[in-house]
């Protein structure tokens, strides 16, 4: 029964995007556009503000800003490199490989390439494309009505001014919840950084407790009540488009939905995030590799990603590669605008899964009633 509901969920996504994708990405766009100017304006903006604090706090002008490639997380500067170790011969580019759902752990080799495994489904938080968060209603409310009719012609009506007209009424909610979308789960990550403060001001209390012990004990907590808080307020965005709730209602009426079946919402969840998190390492490691053919300064990413290398990434892999410098701005740019457009890809992917889940225990809920 459970592979049942997965494979006809899984074919729902599927064919709804397929179908509707056009709709989709015309809802999406004008956010599209405003987050990847965004994030290219915000890195050459942190990259400037880096290199002024360098060259003011070390006379000697030590330091520089190199650039660091990564097949999931694009591009991003890395500091602290010193100058005169780049302005020997270059050296071997260092290579970090992550295996995304497996519990962390990193180690280094004597060739010194780090292996990293870790959990990380949601790894364009701390950017500007934090911003596609705010389509997520508008599709909800478009893949709703699309399931609702009864073929495809049902929902030719449908346009993207519609659906952000009817979301507009609810802009303030749309922008409070996805804030505290964001927000709320990481909230573990706060406790647990003060409790290690807490624990390295008091002697005391440090010494009952090894800093081992206490590591893995803290976060072994932190990821249990971040998995539950964002199962839990998951279905916020259907919650919020398709019902009248105020901000706690939204979040209160997701938990309800979510409480008798958390154990499958996390299943589908952490597999929809598997295989996002592959697909995005794949499809960008073959970007980076054709841009490489083109931009000298990549040559090093060619050489990590050799065929053997390349192919890591089809089970979760993670390349990582720092540069002896900065990439040019155009190359830049265009990593960023196809990181953007990745991460974009897969929005309506969590819109229409969550929509339906929603669909799906509120009839439920119905039919108990």
Not at 14 to 31: A, E, K
Not at 89 to 107: D, G, H, K
Not at 166 to 179: C, D, P, Y
Request: with cysteine; charged share 15%; net charge positive.
């Amino acid at each position: 029964m459970a592979e049942n509901q997965r494979a006809n969920l899984a074919r729902t996504i599927f064919t709804q995007y397929r179908d509707h994708w056009g709709l989709f990405w015309r809802i999406m766009i004008p956010v599209v556009i405003i987050a990847i100017v965004l994030e290219v304006v915000v890195f050459f903006y942190s990259t400037t503000r880096t290199e002024k604090y360098i060259d003011g706090t070390f006379p000697g002008n030590v330091y520089t800003t190199v650039g660091n490639v990564n097949t999931t997380n694009g591009v991003y500067p890395t500091l602290s490199l010193p100058k005169k170790e780049t302005s020997a011969e270059p050296s071997e580019p260092n290579v970090s490989w992550q295996l995304l759902p497996i519990p962390y752990f990193t180690s280094t080799d004597n060739a010194g390439i780090t292996w990293k495994w870790g959990l990380n489904f949601r790894i364009f938080d701390d950017s500007p494309l934090i911003l596609l968060l705010l389509t997520l209603c508008p599709l909800s409310l478009a893949v709703a009505r699309i399931s609702r009719g009864s073929t495809p012609q049902a929902s030719v009506s449908l346009t993207a001014r519609d659906v952000w007209r009817q979301t507009g009424r609810k802009f303030l909610g749309v922008l409070g919840a996805s804030l505290l979308f964001v927000l709320v789960p990481d909230a573990g990550t706060y406790l647990y950084l003060a409790v290690l403060w807490l624990v390295s001001a008091y002697p005391a209390l440090h010494e009952r407790l090894s800093d081992l012990a206490l590591s893995l004990y803290l976060f072994s907590i932190l990821v249990l009540l971040r998995c539950y808080l964002l199962v839990t307020l998951s279905l916020y965005n259907p919650c919020l488009i398709l019902e009248n709730n105020s901000i706690i209602g939204i979040f209160r009426r997701s938990h309800t939905l979510v409480s008798k079946a958390r154990l499958r919402f996390f299943g589908v969840y952490f597999l929809t995030g598997w295989i996002a998190s592959v697909f995005t390492s794949v499809l960008f490691g073959a970007v980076l590799l054709v841009f490489s053919m083109f931009i000298s300064e990549l040559g090093p990413v060619r050489d990590a990603l050799s065929s053997l290398r390349f192919l890591t990434l089809f089970i979760g892999g993670d390349v990582e590669v720092i540069l002896p410098q900065l990439l040019s701005v155009p190359a830049t740019v265009a990593i960023l605008i196809v990181k953007g457009l990745i991460a974009t890809f897969f929005v309506p992917i969590w819109a229409i899964l969550t929509t339906h889940l929603y669909l799906e225990r509120a009839d439920a809920g119905k039919e108990a009633v």
